[in-house]
């Protein structure tokens, strides 16, 4: 509950010269307008072709495009009205809602990265065994874990967050409601929530990434036994796109989240979180389907249904 009485908060954190707001409104649109439509694609072609949805890794990649929709749905619409409104605010309920989900589907990118890392762990070094490890009940059981997951340590946070006192300051220098952002302007004891910061949310961001870095020292030795160069690229070739995303992914988040509370920049927040938050939502569809045969083999397929249902 807001023990302050604080009905909204203004959001500050981009530019507020009205040439810059016509530039950024643009931009930011049509970062949207590609993140939807790249990532509707990949679900939508995931769905509708079996032998995708019944691929593990497409399994998962179906899942984290939709994190990726909901990731910058909770933030670059309100971006957008406050880019056009002359006044950038967002209400109390309204702030603790976006920041719920904004935590809820960055979590969830973050355990299904892991998740399609072990994938790959398992299509590599137990091939023999990887349709009975990876059956459509484990990957269903590991999906629904990130999302479970993400949303109760969002939950959290977010009641944590809830019963901070707001008393003078209702400005943030951000451009959407986050814990830190919010842990400078309250003005009650927040070491609960900061030690909490510092213990159970590394660990929920550096446990993923932990998996994923011991999945991929695995793989690589296992490449590195292949006798063959052109077996040692097809196995790299298969790793490829994820270990991109998974750079691109925790090279931001750690220059934003694993520092000290202390250390907390505004400006240095802002630029890490439009990177993180907006761009490479966007970039990951490019990322898993410019070199991807069988995602492009399964747009002929769905075209060719297409056209055969329009011919009829």
Not at 58 to 69: C, M, N, V
Not at 96 to 125: E, H, K, P, W
Not at 227 to 236: D, L, Q
Not at 265 to 293: C, D, E, W
Request: glycine share 4%; aromatic share 12%; net charge positive.
């Amino acid at each position: 509950m807001n023990q302050t009485g604080i009905s909204e908060f203004v959001l500050l954190g981009l530019s507020t010269q009205p040439q810059h707001q016509n530039l950024l409104f643009l931009l930011f649109l049509s970062f949207y307008v590609l993140t939807l439509l790249g990532n509707l694609l990949i679900v939508l072609l995931i769905r509708l072709d079996h032998h995708l949805l019944r691929t593990p890794m497409y399994f998962f990649l179906s899942h984290l495009s939709l994190a990726d929709l909901g990731f910058v749905s909770s933030t670059v619409p309100k971006i957008l009205v406050n880019l056009v409104s002359p006044i950038k605010a967002i209400s109390y309920s309204g702030c603790l809602t976006q920041m719920y989900f904004f935590l809820t589907f960055g979590n969830t990118d973050s355990f299904l990265l892991a998740c399609m890392a072990y994938d790959r762990y398992v299509a590599i070094c137990r091939p023999l065994h990887y349709t009975t490890v990876m059956s459509h009940k484990c990957c269903l059981v590991l999906a629904c874990g990130s999302w479970i997951l993400s949303a109760l340590h969002s939950l959290l946070y977010t009641l944590l967050t809830s019963r901070l006192s707001f008393c003078s300051s209702w400005e943030i220098p951000y451009f959407f409601c986050d814990v830190y952002p919010l842990l400078e302007l309250s003005c009650s004891s927040t070491r609960l929530i900061k030690t909490l910061a510092q213990t159970e949310g590394v660990v929920d961001i550096l446990g993923p990434f932990v998996l994923i870095i011991i999945s991929y020292m695995r793989i690589f030795c296992a490449i590195m036994k292949v006798p063959s160069a052109a077996g040692k690229r097809k196995a790299f070739s298969t790793c490829g796109s994820h270990l991109t995303v998974v750079v691109l992914f925790y090279g931001t988040i750690s220059c934003l989240y694993f520092q000290p509370t202390s250390a907390y920049s505004a400006q240095k927040g802002t630029v890490t979180s439009l990177l993180y938050a907006v761009v490479i939502p966007m970039l990951n569809p490019f990322i898993y389907t410019l070199r991807n045969h069988d995602i492009k083999a399964a747009i002929v397929r769905l075209w060719e249904k297409s056209r055969r249902f329009q011919s009829k």
